[in-house]
């Protein structure tokens, strides 16, 4: 489908039990860089038997609305930025067209996927709960790589503009080698996470799912290599918990 203003392409499956009057939950989950919606149809198919709504988009310049410059480590930050702007036009598209429950939308990406959903949760949003991996909160660890542009960082970077940050259940999952973006990144934003939800009840709707034993995956990033269903797994636990009971 294509969804907003911009025409995202998305991915969507509706379990079967949502019928016209039921109103299931959604995640709203973005890719990332250099591959597609389409590429992990085993995390989808957990949602989807469990009753969840999936709506999958193409990041700007990927899968449908391919552009090599976009695909470049460069263009990084440029692809987050641009995404973050079309999130809410793809919900409200979405509301329109699926039987989803307003009250129950989750969202969430990997890499600079994850990027895009962290940045738009430091914004005014309704979102009942998120969940990322392989990304940060925190893009200072990311200065020495081709992907940095100081211009964007100084004004999207998360770790920096809390201030508008509503606490919600938050979950993390990272690679303890993972060698394109740093997990010390990801546990310093979630710490931060941590002093902000004041006490124990608050803090303990912050997960990070960190795996501390070398995946196979590339480059410990993406997939977790041969941990990649324990980490799906761990996912939808998380969103069982927050979307369903």
């Known amino acids: 489908m294509k969804l907003g203003a911009t025409r995202v392409p ?34 989808y198919l957990r949602w989807l038997r469990a009753g969840i709504v999936t709506c999958a988009v193409d990041l700007p310049g990927h899968g449908e609305r391919f552009e090599e410059s976009l695909q470049r480590q460069e263009s990084t930050l440029e692809v987050v930025e641009r995404m973050v702007e079309e999130i809410d036009g793809v919900v409200a598209a979405l509301e329109e067209i699926a039987p989803i429950d307003p009250a ?15 940045v738009r949760l430091c914004r005014e949003h309704r979102f009942a709960c998120a969940s990322v991996e392989a ?58 996470l941590r ?17 501390e034993e070398r995946t196979g995956a590339p480059f410990e990033h993406a997939g977790f290599g041969r941990l990649s269903a324990v980490a799906k797994d761990a996912q939808l636990r998380w969103f069982r918990r927050w979307l369903l009971e």
């Open 10 to 43: 998305a991915l969507l499956a509706v379990p079967e039990t949502a019928g016209p009057q039921d109103r299931a939950p959604a995640v709203l989950w973005m890719h990332g860089r250099t591959v597609s919606k389409e590429i992990d149809p085993g995390r």
């Open 104 to 118: 129950r939308i989750a969202i969430g990406g990997m890499s600079a996927g994850g990027m895009a959903a962290i």
């Open 195 to 211: 002093r902000r939800a004041g006490g124990p009840d608050g803090a303990s709707r912050i997960e990070f799912v960190l795996f």
């Open 135 to 192: 990304t940060t909160g925190s893009w200072r660890w990311q200065s020495h790589r081709p992907m940095w542009d100081a211009e964007r960082a100084t004004r999207l970077n998360p770790i920096e503009h809390l201030g508008g940050w509503r606490d919600i259940p938050f979950q993390a999952l990272h690679a303890l080698h993972d060698e394109w973006v740093a997990a010390e990144g990801q546990r310093e934003f979630l710490d931060a």
